[in-house]
């Protein structure tokens, strides 16, 4: 099977050549492009959310071998979250490559971080069904790279770490509200706010729900670490 130039480069930029070219054209195949005669990637994406945990887990106890399960566990989720995945699949330019319908065209589906997250697992399940576990175990830490080793920045929940300090002190678990909503649908900024029961409170404005919620956490306990 022949493909488009565009993913002879794209082979180029993960240096890896499929045996099955089919494999990749379908791992970049978004839903809102299938029909009764084209595959998605869409069962491709579970598989490979089960390749890149397995990889994972086993790359973070050879990193530590001394590291409790309570340490290892916050830092496979940092590595294996949609955020991660997302990141890689910029860094390699899926985007580029994924075949959308015209409504996910028209909305920025090649810059959703949720479209290139699945996108990222979908080819690791292609890689993986193309050549098997080693290799896409090869594929997933050339990609993934320094990030096992100095995930423990990313690890950092703020906001378990709030809610833990609220906790400490009797009070009852901090209250995030969003603020405000921004921008066209395809790339929001919300702004969130985070306030404990004394009244401490603290804002923050990110491209996600999540990154708002944990920025604004950060800087109330940044905010508080002052006061003590």
Same mark, same amino acid.
């Given at each position: 099977m022949k493909i488009a130039a565009e993913l002879r480069a794209f082979c180029g930029r993960i240096e890896y050549e499929f045996n099955d070219p089919s494999l990749l054209v379908r791992a970049v195949t978004h839903s809102s492009m299938s029909s009764t005669t084209r595959d998605d990637n869409q069962r491709d994406e579970f598989l490979?959310?089960?390749?890149?945990? =397995?990889?994972? #887990?086993?790359?973070? !106890?050879? /990193?530590?071998?001394?590291?409790?399960? %309570?340490?290892?566990a916050p830092r496979f989720n940092a590595l294996v979250r949609k955020e991660t995945c997302a990141d890689v699949a910029r860094q390699i330019d899926l985007g580029a490559v994924l075949k959308l319908g015209r409504s996910e065209m028209i909305s920025g589906g090649r810059r959703?971080?949720?479209? =290139?997250?699945? #996108?990222?697992?979908? !080819?690791? /399940?292609?890689?993986?069904?193309?050549? %098997?576990?080693?290799?896409?175990?090869?594929?997933?830490?050339?990609?993934?790279?320094?990030?096992?080793?100095?995930?423990?920045?990313?690890?950092?929940?703020?906001?378990?770490?709030?809610?833990e300090w609220a906790q400490a002190r009797k009070q009852h678990p901090p209250k995030y509200t969003e603020v405000s909503r921004t921008g066209p649908d395809h790339a929001p900024v919300f702004t969130?706010?985070?306030?404990?029961?004394?009244?401490?409170?603290?804002?923050?404005?990110?491209?996600?729900?999540?990154?708002?919620?944990?920025?604004?956490?950060?800087?109330?306990?940044?905010?508080?670490?002052?006061?003590?």
């Open positions: 490979g959310d089960r390749v890149l945990g =397995l990889v994972i #887990a086993e790359a973070l !106890l050879e /990193a530590d071998k001394s590291a409790r399960e %309570g340490v290892l959703k971080e949720a479209l =290139l997250a699945d #996108a990222m697992e979908a !080819l690791i /399940a292609a890689v993986y069904q193309d050549a %098997g576990f080693d290799t896409a175990r090869d594929l997933i830490l050339r990609l993934w790279g320094k990030r096992v080793h100095t995930v423990e920045a990313d690890a950092r929940d703020a906001k378990t770490a709030l809610q969130i706010e985070v306030q404990l029961q004394s009244g401490d409170a603290e804002r923050a404005t990110a491209g996600s729900k999540r990154q708002a919620e944990q920025a604004a956490a950060t800087a109330l306990l940044a905010q508080l670490e002052g006061k003590s």
